[in-house]
């Protein structure tokens, strides 16, 4: 198998609600390239942990069941030791769980190969929080796409009100800036734009501007 680095890896790093799972996803589609959403893995950790009552504090146990986990990412969503997880995993407290199990370094690593396995041919886009400066250094094209907290916020708000779920839009605002501070601000692999890393500030702009923009750094770059 072709070692990661003869693979071409676009990144795209970023806060939560800042659109780059959307984005990734059209780029990869675009680009006939393979999809790697390293946020769902922190997730899934952190919905199947609380279903098997594994403690957030039990970093062994949490590593364990992190190497047993059988992750199949389909079409439209995601299936774990064959159950489907897709609406479990988007939950904002799955967020919130899911930022708390990957602050522990050990979780982090037991990680760190599985997410470097979806480097194939023809290429990745892989989305996260420490893709460009951790998971994939290497990669030819990172982006950090950066949004302000209460555009995010609202985003967030204006989708679950479209489901008919009624929210607090103060309340999303704190969890967000919440969720941020402890990504940003954790010991190992905290979010932060790598050093060649492109900054979008998507605050202010349409998906579709984004996307373009993407795609520019992208034919920039060969
Ligand atoms: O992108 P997301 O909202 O699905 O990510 C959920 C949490 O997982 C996020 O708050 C922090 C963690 N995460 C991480 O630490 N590193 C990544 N590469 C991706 C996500």
């Given at each position: 198998m072709p070692s990661t680095t003869d693979v071409p890896v676009l990144t795209i790093d970023g806060?939560?609600?800042?659109?780059k799972g959307t984005i990734a996803a059209q780029v990869a589609s675009a680009l006939g390239w393979h999809l790697l959403d390293s946020g769902a893995l922190y997730r899934i950790l952190a919905v199947v942990s609380e279903r098997r009552q594994?403690?957030?504090?039990d970093e062994h146990g949490l590593v364990t069941l992190c190497q047993g986990l059988a992750v199949v990412f389909t079409e439209d969503g995601v299936l774990v030791d064959g159950a489907d997880l897709s609406l479990a995993i988007r939950t904002e407290d799955a967020g919130t769980r899911a930022s708390i199990v990957a602050a522990i370094p050990e979780v982090r690593q037991a990680i760190l190969s599985m997410q470097r396995d979806f480097a194939r041919p023809p290429g990745l886009v892989a989305d996260g929080r420490d893709m460009g400066t951790v998971?994939?250094?290497?990669?030819?094209v990172k982006i950090f796409l950066d949004a302000s907290a209460e555009a995010r916020a609202n985003r967030r708000y204006n989708q679950l009100k479209s489901k008919g779920l009624s929210v607090s839009l103060r309340g999303l605002l704190e969890q967000i800036q919440e969720r941020d501070a402890r990504d940003r601000e954790?010991?190992?692999?905290?979010m932060k734009p790598a050093n060649d890393a492109v900054i979008i500030d998507?605050?202010?702009?349409s998906i579709d501007e984004v996307f373009d923009q993407v795609m520019a750094e992208v034919a920039s770059r060969g």
């Open positions: 806060p939560g609600g800042s659109g594994v403690p957030v504090e998971v994939f250094p290497e990669a030819r954790r010991a190992v692999a905290p998507s605050t202010s702009l």
